[in-house]
């Protein structure tokens, strides 16, 4: 028969185990430096390829997991996304660049000469990850929320924007070069990548993530940002108000 002190310590070892194995399983994996640091490695690559040396597969899933957990106004999730590849993808351009063409030119031969190098080499890429907003989502919420219907457009954007830079900076991570295109600047675009990608009518193009392999190594520089004095503020009181109530 086990002592009483016995006893305590084996009650005592598992209890410290399954304090250990818990505070391993809620503990953030990486540090919010790691997290910046990931974030920062993200840029705009132009003059990709038409290879990809991450498998479809490993983009899909990318794509699914951020959309398992990216947030949305109210969780009403209006974001959704298409993933087109490979000789699709040279279609998909085609499609843009043939509907593009007669607007572009219309508004002036100097246009049409300098888009259509840029339209060519976004063609070049490997794959794009299209995202969308559902809007009949944002109109459902915007009964469900009425208050607030009038901030539901740009919630829909704000949260098609959340995705696509968790996406972008995931695919660089894995080792690819992404640039974040709008065609939904001209509505017939839109509405032919629609038919094309056969999706409901109630979709609306916010923007796509021109993916490929990188031209060269990747370019980690930062483009020139203002200065924080000029983008940033302390408000002390609030702040300070902040940790009060902390
Ligand atoms: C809301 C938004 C819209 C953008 N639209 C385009 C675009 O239509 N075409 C493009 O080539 N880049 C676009 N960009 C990329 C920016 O030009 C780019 O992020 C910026 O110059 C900073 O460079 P970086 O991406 O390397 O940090 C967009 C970026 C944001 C955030």
Redesign the pocket.
């Known amino acids: 028969m086990p002592r009483y002190s016995t006893l305590i310590n084996i009650i005592l070892f598992i209890l410290t185990t399954l304090l250990a194995l818990n505070i391993k399983m809620s503990a953030p994996k990486v540090s919010a430096n790691d997290w910046l640091a990931a974030a920062k490695y ?3 690559v132009y003059g990709l390829k038409n290879t990809s040396k991450v498998p479809d597969s490993r983009v899909q899933e990318i794509v699914q997991e951020v959309l398992s957990f990216a947030p949305s106004s109210y969780n009403t999730q209006p974001v959704r996304v298409t993933l087109v590849t490979g000789e699709k993808h040279t279609q998909f351009w085609d499609i843009v660049i043939n509907t593009a063409e007669p607007i572009l030119k219309a508004a002036g031969a100097a246009v049409w000469d300098k888009m259509s190098g840029i339209l060519q080499s976004h063609k070049a890429s490997y794959g794009s990850v299209v995202f969308w907003e559902d809007s009949a989502v944002t109109d459902e919420a915007k009964k469900t929320h009425a208050s607030y219907a009038h901030l539901f457009e740009s919630f829909g954007e704000h949260a098609t ?1 959340m995705n696509q830079i968790l996406v972008w900076t995931a695919l660089e991570l894995e080792g690819l070069g992404a ?4 065609m939904n600047g001209i509505p017939p675009v839109e509405e032919a990548l629609k038919k094309f990608l056969d999706v409901p009518a109630s979709y609306k193009l916010r ?1 796509h993530l021109n993916y490929g392999d990188e031209p060269t190594a990747h370019n980690t520089a ?2 020139p940002k203002r200065p924080a004095t000029e983008t940033f503020k302390l408000d002390g009181l609030v702040s300070l108000m902040y940790m009060i109530d902390q």
């Open positions: 993200r840029r705009s924007g640039n974040l295109q709008h923007a930062v483009p």
